[in-house]
């Protein structure tokens, strides 16, 4: 028991005692091993014989076939040789994985950074393995995943609480072009809870076509205090991308008509209960709190600070956007209609 792999001989005497009948347990104890192990090697090397007199199918267990199957695994999973022969991929990998990124967006990215050089090509898996590879432990790599983890997690959304809002407009009624995200400048908002005890937050927006993630701090997490970074958000940005913004049931956003009336944004409420509606920004909100996770204190937390991880969430490429980054494509919508405007890198 606990030994290596199956040699070519104990091969060659699985093959022999299978020929002669003998059963899964009396060939794993004339071999000193588990039954296990030779019920998944008689699985992976059976072949079924055809009988000319009859025309049944027997099963017969070929060591070769076996041996060669497992040689063709072994080799296959040595691909994440690629990384340790290909320097200049291996460092554009590791350089974007101390940036944060994920192995997906490295692997999706790849084609844009290097349309026409087909050396610099990687699975996302590929990656992970490399990542954790006994040869890398010593490097910690798994420590610039997103979760810092290998098994992934659910994430759920912050629950909306039932208030009463002045003037409010169901979901029901955005445009189906907002719904289809057709039609760029429709925004989803949200406030992201700090520490109960200090009672702030960041309230957010993301743009429902792009991607791009406002963020901005809120020291009490009040309609007031919404509404005012709310409109400091807008303000700065083209009124072509300022359209509409989808919001929950909180009691902070009691103020919404501002909007409207300063900005003339319109202003939709998700159903109760429902954040799925608002799947964008949730999500999105989940990329903040891998920099800031739950109870974390935001009184330390300076907006140029935000500002910073914001930008880095916004220049990261998405799968959804098909790898390119939120502020390329922003800046892709406003340079149709002759806007142009400066942004971080």
């Avoid at 406030?191 to 200090?198: C, P």
Wanted: hydrophobic share 30%; aromatic share 8%; no cysteine.
């Amino acid at each position: 028991m606990g030994k290596q792999k199956l040699s070519p001989e104990e091969r060659d005497h699985i093959a022999q005692l299978y020929a002669q009948g003998y059963g899964v347990r009396s060939i794993a104890r004339q071999l000193n091993r588990s039954p296990s192990t030779i019920s998944a090697e008689l699985k992976a090397g059976l072949w079924y014989s055809r009988s000319p007199l009859n025309l049944s199918y027997t099963p017969v267990y070929v060591a070769i076939h076996a041996q060669r199957r497992r040689n063709e695994r072994a080799k296959r999973s040595t691909k994440i040789t690629k990384l340790s022969t290909n320097t200049k991929l291996r460092a554009y990998v590791e350089v974007k994985l101390h940036m944060g990124w994920s192995p997906e967006q490295i692997a999706g990215r790849l084609h844009i950074d290097y349309p026409s050089d087909l050396s610099m090509r990687i699975g996302h898996e590929t990656i992970y393995r490399y990542i954790y590879a006994p040869e890398q432990a010593k490097e910690r790599f798994w420590e610039y995943l997103p979760r810092k983890q290998k098994k992934r997690r659910k994430w759920n959304g912050r629950k909306v609480s039932r208030s009463h809002i002045p003037d409010r407009v169901s979901i029901s009624k955005r445009s189906s072009t907002a719904n289809d995200r057709k039609e760029f400048g429709h925004w989803e908002g949200d406030t992201v809870e700090g520490r109960r005890i200090d009672g702030d937050g960041i309230h957010t927006e993301v743009e429902r076509m792009s991607r791009k993630l406002l963020a901005s701090k809120v020291s009490r997490i009040t309609a007031e205090e919404t509404v005012r970074v709310q409109l400091q958000l807008f303000e700065e940005q083209p009124s072509i991308a300022r359209k509409s913004t989808t919001l929950d049931n909180g009691k902070e956003n009691a103020q919404h008509n501002k909007l409207r009336q300063r900005l003339n944004m319109e202003t939709y409420f998700a159903d109760p209960y429902s954040s799925w509606q608002r799947g964008t920004n949730e999500n999105t909100n989940g990329l903040l709190r891998r920099y800031l996770p739950k109870h974390t204190s935001f009184v330390t937390l300076t907006q140029t600070e935000l500002d910073d991880i914001t930008e880095e969430i916004n220049n990261r490429p998405r799968k959804i956007l098909d790898f390119y980054t939120s502020n390329e494509i922003y800046l892709k919508q406003l340079s149709k209609v002759g806007v142009r405007i400066r942004m971080r890198t």
